[in-house]
């Protein structure tokens, strides 16, 4: 209930907010609770029963935590301690079940508390006999190769480190440069300019104070990308004057068994003008 538990630090905001409660962070190593926010933000709970409820949590395994105990510890009377038990009993936090004491053969009030109302209790862990059993040393992890950063690309180098000079929130790393270097690379090989590649990763940036600079502009070059132009292929040229063009396949007369040049077959000039005098 107690355990140390360890979390990740969100990246510090640089703008309060203009209105509402502003968090001083301080993170806790030892001597602390974690308390869900279904019962610290709990709607239907009543503020001492919520503040009784966190203070149930924090205890150890045994402790008493009678009306008659609690009204002890706080300043609040027996009847205001009672109604928050009964509100903590209906919301499902507390248990309180009369028992007969295996030992004594007494009966007793055995109070439970559950921590998450409604879920599957967590098992707890398994004892270690230190006498029979020594502890062994945890095996270091494999160490992890750092990935190669490519050759150095001068002209993608010179466009990203100069992105500062356009909005000084784009301020990158050597190691950031050389990471997005590829990505800014195949924009130059599409035909794009430096000053079009420049003016599509700075413009309409979001308000505020950038945390990943490397990311957003990683994003952009990513998704933003154009396609590449097709091959343009140089237009036929129709034919015309002084303009060479495919001779006429050869033909055999069906008169006189010439051959000529014509499109079709059929007979040649000579003999289409004899029979065309024929017939006047």
């Given amino acids: 209930m107690t355990d140390s538990q360890f979390s990740s630090h ?3 905001r640089t703008e309060l907010p203009r209105a509402g409660v502003v968090h001083i962070r ?3 190593d030892t001597n602390f609770t974690v308390v869900g926010n279904h019962l610290a933000q709990h709607p239907d709970l009543s503020a001492v029963a919520i503040g009784l409820g966190v203070y149930i949590q924090s205890l150890p395994d045994g402790a008493s935590v009678g009306i008659k105990d609690l009204t002890r510890r706080f300043k609040e009377g027996e009847i205001t301690i009672a109604r928050a038990l009964k509100e903590l009993e209906t919301a499902g936090y507390l248990k309180r079940s009369r028992e007969r004491d295996d030992r004594t ?3 007793v009030t055995r109070t439970r508390w559950y921590e998450r109302p409604g879920a599957e209790p967590t098992p707890a862990p398994a ?3 230190l006498v029979k059993r020594r502890p062994t040393a945890p095996k270091p992890a494999p160490r992890e190769e750092p990935t190669p950063l490519p050759p150095v690309d001068q002209p993608a180098a010179d466009l990203l480190a100069g992105l500062r000079r356009r909005d000084p929130r784009l301020w990158l790393s050597e190691t950031d440069v050389r990471r ?10 599409r035909g794009i300019g430096p000053g079009r590649i420049a003016i599509t990763l700075t413009g309409g940036l979001p308000m ?3 945390s990943w600079p490397a990311r957003l502009l990683g994003y952009r070059l990513r998704n933003w990308l154009p396609p590449a132009l097709p091959v343009r292929q140089p237009p036929e040229a129709p034919p015309g004057p002084g303009r060479p063009t495919a001779p006429l396949p050869f033909q ?3 008169g006189c068994e010439r051959v000529f040049r014509a499109a079709d077959p059929g007979r040649c000039r000579d003999c289409r003008g004899a029979a065309s005098h024929a017939v006047a």
Wanted: with cysteine; proline share 7%; aromatic share 4%.
């Fill in 10 to 12: 969100t990246p510090g």
């Fill in 26 to 28: 301080h993170h806790h």
């Fill in 105 to 107: 053969g007494r009966i």
């Fill in 127 to 129: 004892k270690v006999d």
């Fill in 180 to 189: 997005l270097s590829p990505a800014v690379r195949t924009w130059l090989d």
């Fill in 208 to 210: 505020g104070a950038i």
């Fill in 252 to 254: 055999t007369c069906g």
